[in-house]
């Protein structure tokens, strides 16, 4: 993950992405990405500095210029991981027979029709009446008692 991170930190600038787009289809030195960008040769560097770093690009000395290119498979692996991330199981809590999934994780068209009041959601799946949650129930499920979602006179 920390390399998913710095992958799309380095994508995330303009610059940079426009670089990545010119380097995914041949390589170039720096004054010729310069020239294309039309920004300075230092400027370049520096962001091909943070490319390199991140994973991204990779580079070849040729003569006396150093040409660059795109790493296919740190962005195939950073694809993979998002398409991981966006199709994950949703994740529920069981609290004393009772399941609760985390809003978050609620569909999409669900969650529109759910109603929303001082930060709290009140969707039917999460609101638990008459709860008996043991302290260590509690923790278990929530980690403190203070994300406990019940509305129990224990949590009270």
Request: hydrophobic share 30%.
């Amino acid at each position: 993950m920390p390399e998913l991170i710095g992958i799309l930190k380095a994508l995330s600038d303009q610059t940079r992405f426009n670089l990545v787009n010119l380097l995914v289809n041949h390589d170039y030195c720096v004054g010729a990405l310069a020239n294309r960008l039309d920004i300075s040769e230092s400027a370049v560097s520096q962001h091909l500095k943070v490319l390199r770093n991140a994973g991204i690009v990779k580079g070849e000395k040729r003569g006396y210029f150093t040409h660059y290119w795109v790493d296919r498979e740190s962005l195939k692996d950073a694809a993979k991981e998002i398409i991981e991330l966006s199709s994950a199981i949703p994740v529920v809590n069981k609290c004393n027979n009772h399941t609760i999934i985390h809003p978050k994780h609620i569909h999409v068209a669900e969650r529109r029709e759910t109603k929303m009041s001082k930060g709290n959601c009140e969707h039917p799946d999460l609101k638990i009446k008459d709860c008996k949650c043991s302290e260590k129930q509690i923790k278990e499920c929530y980690g403190d008692e203070t994300n406990h979602s019940c509305d129990c006179e224990e949590k009270k």
